[in-house]
């Protein structure tokens, strides 16, 4: 597609409940990437995929946080038995090559918690 | 101590105005630098890359500091719909993933 689409753009869900996050990259970009954004706050890296494998799974904040590309293209990233703290806006991104400037953001999905 | 600070602001400026503002990078090996615009509730976007020997687009002015550690964004000209969060992102060599600050808020008013 022409941009980096996320879906849902909005998700409120009850606390314990799993969701899942999709990102459909831009068409070629072999480089995914998902950042949180909290309130107020940087965007934290969560985790890298370079085609379909995710050699950098460091900034996934806990194993109740999980990720798989398919096809080098379409990314979820699933939380299992959400959180409050896991409220926050999900930003995924891609570029080329994983080099350079060329990222471009999806719109993002915001995640409550209640 | 974060990769990325910046002043949160927020800067208040009147149209017309100049306003300026710094991040600092803590790790040395950092090599690309840039600014990312995020406007409220929207995604960030690629403002602009920051060279060594400075760079202007437009209004907009960025200068690197390597041995202070600092780059910085200058907006000349002030015009309302500059009204944003600015984050500094810098990137190590042969890093794949950008670091962000958590953004300088820039008000215009009329």
């Known amino acids: 597609g022409a941009g980096v689409s996320q879906s849902p753009s909005n998700k409120v869900t009850e606390k314990g409940k799993d969701v899942e996050l999709r990102c459909d990259p831009i068409s070629g970009h072999t480089a995914l990437y998902w950042y949180r954004q909290s309130l107020g706050q940087g965007l934290e890296f969560l985790i890298y995929f370079q085609g379909n494998s995710a050699p950098d799974k460091s900034g996934l904040p806990s194993d109740r946080f999980s990720a798989e590309r398919t096809g080098g293209s379409v990314s979820t990233l699933t939380i299992q038995r959400t959180q409050q703290e896991d409220s926050a806006v999900y930003l995924c991104?891609?570029?080329?090559?994983?080099?350079?400037?060329?990222?471009?953001f999806g719109s993002g999905t915001r995640l409550t918690v209640v | 101590r974060k990769e990325v600070e910046q002043d949160p602001g927020p800067f208040n400026v009147p149209e017309g105005a100049t306003v300026a503002f710094n991040c600092t990078y803590s790790n040395s090996a950092s090599q690309s630098f840039f600014w990312y615009r995020q406007d409220c509730r929207k995604e960030p976007k690629l403002l602009m890359s920051?060279?060594?020997s400075g760079n202007e687009d437009g209004r907009f002015t960025a200068q690197l500091n390597r041995a202070s550690q600092y780059i910085s964004l200058l907006i000349r000209d002030s015009k309302l719909s500059d009204s944003a969060t600015y984050l500094c992102?810098?990137?190590?060599?042969?890093?794949?993933?950008?670091?962000f600050g958590a953004g300088t808020t820039v008000t215009v008013r009329a």
């Open positions: 992102v810098v990137k190590s060599l042969n890093d794949y993933k950008l670091s």
């Open positions: 920051v060279y060594s």
């Open positions: 991104a891609s570029s080329p090559d994983g080099q350079g400037a060329g990222y471009t």
